[in-house]
Structures are given as structure tokens and as C-alpha cells.
Nanobody
Framework: QVQLVESGGGLVQTGGSLRLACAAS????????MGWFRQAPGKEREFVAA????????YYADSVKGRFTISRDNAKNTVYLQMNSLKPEDTAVYTC????????????????????WGQGTQVTVSS
């Protein structure tokens, strides 16, 4: 089992920044990488970004490219999502998830390929 705890959400104005963190504990050695997803009210969950633990492979949704940066600290088993130039449409519950399957095998963007999920953290961007 792997436990995930997100932090860093909050309220920010348009154009502002937030940094989310997801700390993993438990059998993290059995996992390959981590992704961030978000879900806004009345909308489906969507992929935001992903990163592998062992390499520098990163993946981003088109909607956040150039504004969000995903990074990892393997010593802390923590993945960060730096979010800059935030827009009202970024408002959502952001949830991290880890997976055992390499991104090269199955798409990083597909939530169904992730094995463990956090509880989520709310990000609200005011206009």
C-alpha cells in the first residue's frame, strides 16, 4: 500500500502562483511515477502533469504547459506542482496519484492506470 497526502492548495488571485506537494509513504519502491489530476465542479477529472521517480520524464496537459512545472524530491518521496500564471479555469480539486506501470508502456494521461490516490486539495483562483 502507498499513502499520499497533498498540501499547498488555497485561494489565489488570477496571475498568482501556488505550489502543491504530494508526499508518498508506504511501499513507494513498488511505484514508477506520480501524476496530478484535477476535477472542477460539474466536470470530469482531467490530467495535469506526471513525472517518473527514476528519470526526468515529464508530461503535461496542453492547458498547463508553460505555466505549471512538476518536479520530484526522491529523498523525501515528494512530488511538487509549481503553478504559475493561474487562471480562474484552473480552479479545481487537485489530486495526486502514483502508478506501477511505466509511462512508456501506458499513457501517463489516463487516470485508470494509476494505483493509489490522495484525498485532494482545493485550488481556487479568483478573477
Amino acid at each position: 500500500q502507498v499513502q499520499l497526502v497533498e498540501s499547498g492548495g488555497g485561494l489565489v488571485q488570477t496571475g498568482g502562483s501556488l505550489r502543491l506537494a504530494c508526499a508518498a509513504s508506504g511501499r513507494t519502491s513498488s511505484t514508477y511515477g506520480m501524476g496530478w489530476f484535477r476535477q472542477a465542479p460539474g466536470k470530469e477529472r482531467e490530467f495535469v502533469a506526471a513525472i517518473s521517480w527514476s528519470s526526468s520524464s515529464t508530461y503535461y496537459a496542453d492547458s498547463v504547459k508553460g505555466r505549471f512545472t512538476i518536479s520530484r524530491d526522491n529523498a523525501k518521496n515528494t512530488v511538487y506542482l509549481q503553478m504559475n500564471s493561474l487562471k480562474p479555469e484552473d480552479t479545481a480539486v487537485y489530486t495526486c496519484a502514483v502508478r506501477k506501470i511505466p509511462f512508456s508502456v501506458l499513457r501517463a494521461e489516463t487516470g485508470g492506470f494509476y494505483d493509489y490516490w490522495g484525498q485532494g486539495t482545493q485550488v481556487t483562483v479568483s478573477s
